[in-house]
Each structure stands twice: as C-alpha cells, then as structure tokens.
C-alpha cells in the first residue's frame, strides 16, 4: 500500500536513521507508521487526538528507548504488557526483527488496531493476545511495558512470565517506561532497580521528563 508521508512524519524518521542503524526493510517500514495509525486512530481511539501530529517522538521513538537499555539477542522473547495501539511492541518489532513479541492488552479494539498495523507493514515477528495480563501463562526473557500500571502491580503479574535462563547482557526481567517523579515508586525495588533518564540519549524535550526502569525478575 502506498501512503502519505508528511513533514512531521520525516523528521521522526530522521531522528530514528540518528539513533539506530537501519536495514533497508526498516527504512522503508518506520515511516508507514505515521498514515497507518493516523487512519486506524481515525476509527478506533488508540492514542489521544490532540498527541497524534507528536506520534513519531510521544510513542515511536519514546518506544524504541528501551532498545537503548539493551540491545536484544537474536532469539530473544519479549512480552509487551498492556500494549494498547502496539506500543512499545510494534517500534521493537521492527527495530529487531530477530526476536519474538508477544503483544498482550485486554482491549480487543486496541489489539486489533496494533495487529493490522503490523500486519500493513509485513511484520512477522508479532503475535497478539487479546487477554487480562493475569491469565497470561507463556514464559519470556523479558516483559516491556509503557506506563500500562503501577511498577509494583507490573512486577506483580508479570514476574510469573520470566524465564529463568539468560541470553542477554542484562539478566532477564522488566524494562518498562515511566514518566515523572520515580522515587516513590521505586522504593521497595531499590537495591535492584535500575533507573535511565531517557534525555541521556534523546535532545528533546518530551524526553527530559521520561524515564527507562529496568528490573531484574527471578
């Protein structure tokens, strides 16, 4: 399908080609995104109207900072909690095309609105469960999330879903992103947590107020 690609669209295409280095395949998929959920958010509301222009930094690239925490293995498993319109999944998904993403919301219209998405740009990594995260019973090396629920209530139905052994430079667990004060909310996690301030990476200024959290799980 051919679609519109406009000014704002290429400007967060750019910023991606800065940041990551793409495949040909990618170069051509990342900038889809922008007409294909500005069509889909038409019909179905996955992200707020008003925040739809700011799709490429408010949810792509903000999505692909936990590629930043960790550069996944070949092979990797990812469980994407609570992930709406597919975000952080989708971004991920194309980011690393040799991993598997389970993308998971218990809102069917979300989910539908990420799979035909995905299914629009050929991704064929992604599998979507239309399911409450506590019946999820698959097990994975890690589990991704994007302000879906509290630190503690992720930690709580995701830590079931873990697998035990490792094949990644961080051992597997919970890298999920934040946005605001984290002190409190990290608290009980403190001895173990690690916590990234998003504007080490990214200039703008959505990202000085933004958080990666990532969490060991066992």
Partial sequence: MTETINNLDLAGVEVIKEHFSLTPLQVQQFPLLGELYRDWNAKINVISRKDIDNLYPHHIIHSLAIAKVLNFEQGTTLLDVGTGGGFPGIPLA??????????????GKKI????????????????????????????????????AMSLSDLVKVCKKNIAKTDKNALPNGLICLKGGDMQAELQPFKKYVTLYNLSEFFTEEYFKTKNAVYLPLR
């Fill in 94 to 107: 194309i980011l690393f095309p040799n991993c598997e993403f389970t993308l998971l919301d218990s809102v």
């Fill in 112 to 147: 539908k609105v990420a799979s035909e998405v995905a299914n629009a740009i050929g991704l064929k990594n992604v599998t979507f469960v239309n399911d409450r995260m506590e019946n999820e019973k698959g097990l994975y090396d890690f589990a991704v999330s994007r302000a």
